[in-house]
């Protein structure tokens, strides 16, 4: 966390390897446009697609996008993963399930250690770490993030807090327990010994991140580290379509592409950063 009044932004993008259809677009957002960072599905269906264009992209910091939720697994063990090996869907459900279950636990320790280990098999290097739908503000999911990651190497993972206020949105009660949640989230990374940011924006406007939208925010983006994520792609494939009803990804590259929207960040002091510069 950053205490400076100085304002700084990473600009990224979830789920590289989901689709090539993803893969495209952030390998475009990164070429045309401002986005310097993505998360990686390393059991994603589009996994090689998305390392073969990151090899080409030297410059695209990458992280671990990891897995515990609506997605495939790399070891596709029955106790938290359905025959077909793919995480379910019910996050209430699963939440109980992680908590309370040992053998769960076990499961999932296995299961993330196989992941950050797919990610090492790559050869890139681990710029950072989060997990889908932002799982790892689950109290175990968290700790087992940063447990295995340490051993990775790992030195940055993704608070998901966003105020309201920045968005031109009216605090709710979701919001009061959205904050609790990520101060148990920061206390584990700073005993970790990780950074991590102030502030997050993409969770209310997950699949909306239109260049209408992301050029109102930029002028107020508060002080300190900022990360601004996305979910680009040219099109969505029938499982994203099911996944991810009603999303406008192809409006979320063009949002990163936009010359207009790099075109606000100085003349209000705003600057890019990445997660190894924090």
């Known amino acids: 966390m950053n205490t400076s009044t100085q304002r700084r932004v990473i600009f990224s993008a979830d789920d590289f390897g989901m689709s090539v259809e993803v893969n495209e677009a952030i390998e475009e957002a990164h070429r045309k446009g401002l986005l310097s960072t993505a998360s990686l599905m390393v059991a994603a269906p589009a996994f090689e697609d998305a390392l073969r264009r990151a090899q080409r992209m030297p410059d695209l910091r990458l992280g671990l996008h990891l897995v515990v939720i609506e997605g495939d697994s ?23 399930q992680y908590f309370f279950s040992p053998a769960t636990r076990s499961a999932l320790k296995k299961e993330i250690h196989a992941q950050f280990q797919q990610f090492a098999r790559t050869g890139l290097r681990l710029d950072h770490a989060n997990a889908h739908k932002h799982m790892h503000l689950h109290p175990t999911i968290g700790h087992l993030l940063l447990q295995t990651g340490k051993i990775y190497g790992l030195k940055a993972v993704r608070t998901p807090m966003e105020p309201a206020g920045p968005l ?22 700073w005993k970790a010994g990780m950074k991590t940011n102030d502030s997050c924006f993409g969770l209310r406007w997950s699949g909306h991140m239109t260049p209408e939208r992301i050029q109102r925010l930029i002028p107020q983006l508060p002080a300190g580290v900022s990360e601004v994520y996305f979910h680009p792609a040219k099109s969505q494939n029938a499982q994203m379509a099911a996944l991810m009803p009603g999303y406008q990804p192809e409006q979320e590259l063009a949002a990163l592409t936009d010359p207009a929207t790099r075109a606000l960040l100085a003349p209000h002091n705003i600057q890019l950063t990445t997660w190894d510069a924090l």
């Open 74 to 96: 790399c070891l596709h063990l029955p106790i938290i993963t359905d025959e077909k090996g793919w995480f379910g869907r019910n996050q209430v459900g699963l939440g109980f």
């Open 168 to 189: 031109g949105e009216t605090p709710h009660l979701g919001d009061r327990a959205l904050e609790q949640w990520t101060r148990v989230l920061r206390w584990q990374i």
